[in-house]
């Protein structure tokens, strides 16, 4: 697991402790699934953005438009990457 993940993880196992304490979490486990909708979505990006120094347009913030946690990891990493050349 990448740094950039492992991060993000963190991020969302925060978010989601006091809803779920103790929630495993996994890559490939879809953000609806464990509980996350649009408003929870929001809270979560502006942790990630502090975290990685990095700012979501606001077009990129459809909540639709990442299913799995993996896809906000590569999404991150992407943005990230690029913002760190």
Known sequence: MSDVQERIIK???GQL????????IEL???LKS???????FIKTTVYIEDEFGIEFPDEDLDFNRFIT????????SSKYEK???
């Open 69 to 76: 946690i993996k896809d906000l990891c590569d999404y991150v």
């Open 28 to 30: 490939e486990y879809e």
């Open 34 to 40: 464990l509980g996350i909708n649009s408003i929870l």
């Open 11 to 13: 991020i969302i196992k």
């Open 83 to 85: 913002d760190a050349i």
């Open 17 to 24: 402790e006091e809803i779920m304490p103790g929630q495993e």
